[in-house]
């Protein structure tokens, strides 16, 4: 394993923020969407004025991580009312937490994942949820695999396609 560091997001980050957001997205779901429902996404719900506010919003953070200084993916957590569905305080949402494609699978997605609960342990939190697309086994069986369990699900709007996700929680 060579050296990953994780640091918190800011607005002098935002470019760097989006091109790693869209281009993981387009990595991950592109082969399973249309043109036009991926390109509505990334046009809408990636752009600079949405993603500045979501780094100005005191509930939200977003971090890279980067393996020897390459930005290799990034999260993003919500806490309190910037939650998409469960508003607890003793809650911590994973909204996004993506790598690319070329750093797959050499366990990168671990080291984000075990940040993110001593984050939620240090913020005193009691579990973690997050929504999955329930067509992406790769990612559910990951997260299967991490300790979360299934209790609900929810509708993504990719474009102007609903899809559904699995909501999925671990308790701390």
Known sequence: MTNISINKVNLQDLEELQNISKQTFYETFSESNSTEDM??????????????????????EFYFAKNENT?????????????????????????????????????????????????????????????VWEENRKAINFYQKNGFVE??????????DEQTDLLMKFNL
Do not use: C, M, P
């Open 39 to 60: 390109e509505k996404y990334l046009v809408e719900e990636l752009s600079t004025e949405k993603l500045t506010s979501e780094l100005k919003d005191i509930n939200s």
């Open 71 to 131: 930005l290799i993916g990034y999260l993003k957590l919500n806490f309190s009312e910037a939650q998409t569905e469960i508003k607890d305080e003793n809650s911590l949402e994973i909204e996004r937490i993506y790598i690319l494609k070329e750093f797959q699978g050499k366990r990168f997605g671990q080291i984000l994942f075990k940040y993110v609960i001593e984050l939620a342990k240090a913020k005193k939190k009691k579990f973690i949820w997050l929504g």
């Open 151 to 160: 209790f609900g699900k929810h509708i993504f709007k990719l474009g102007n």
